[in-house]
């Protein structure tokens, strides 16, 4: 395919990536074969399986695939600035993305379960003070609650 302009002809050869062949990715040299063979088993519907081929440019690897893939957990995964400057994989890379997810998701896991223990201990703590008939407007006032909500938990207790 080539392009006209101006100041004459240039030729550009255009590559339609993610439609080569396993075979023609092969050919190729460096982090572009790493980047192809992604785009190459993405596009066949396969489940990706990451090359153990090290990247050369690991900081501006990682960037372009953010921007190709729309993904930015690439370019978040080199913040920290611990891989090395060469030599990464992209099984590391990867390995990388999936275990900050899982600390995210483990962080709020725990702040969600500690929500729910200390919501269970305040009712706990309410359920046990209305059993000893202690007024509503004190639990309330103790609770960071209102009369109206106290009451509301009185009565699906059924204490009072």
């Not at 050869?13 to 092969?26: A, C, F, W």
């Not at 913040?79 to 030599?87: H, K, L, M, P, Q």
Request: aromatic share 6%.
């Amino acid at each position: 395919m080539y392009m006209c302009c101006w100041t004459g002809c240039y030729y550009i050869n255009i590559i339609d990536v993610p439609r080569l062949t396993p075979e023609q990715v092969k050919k190729y040299k460096g982090d572009f074969q790493i980047i192809a063979d992604y785009f190459v088993q993405i596009n066949s519907g396969r489940e990706y399986i990451p090359s153990t081929k090290k990247i050369q440019h690991t900081d501006s690897m990682l960037k372009l695939m953010s921007v190709l893939t729309k993904d930015m957990r690439y370019a978040e995964s080199i913040a920290d600035n611990s891989f090395e400057t060469e030599g990464t994989n992209m099984c590391e890379v990867l390995d990388r993305i999936v275990a900050q997810g899982e600390a995210r998701g483990e962080a709020r896991g725990e702040a969600r379960g500690e929500a729910r223990g200390r919501e269970k201990n305040r009712m706990e703590m309410i359920n046990n003070m209305l059993k000893e008939n202690i007024s509503i407007e004190v639990i309330a006032r103790v609770a960071k609650m209102t009369v109206e909500q106290v009451a509301a938990i009185s009565k699906k207790t059924a204490i009072i």
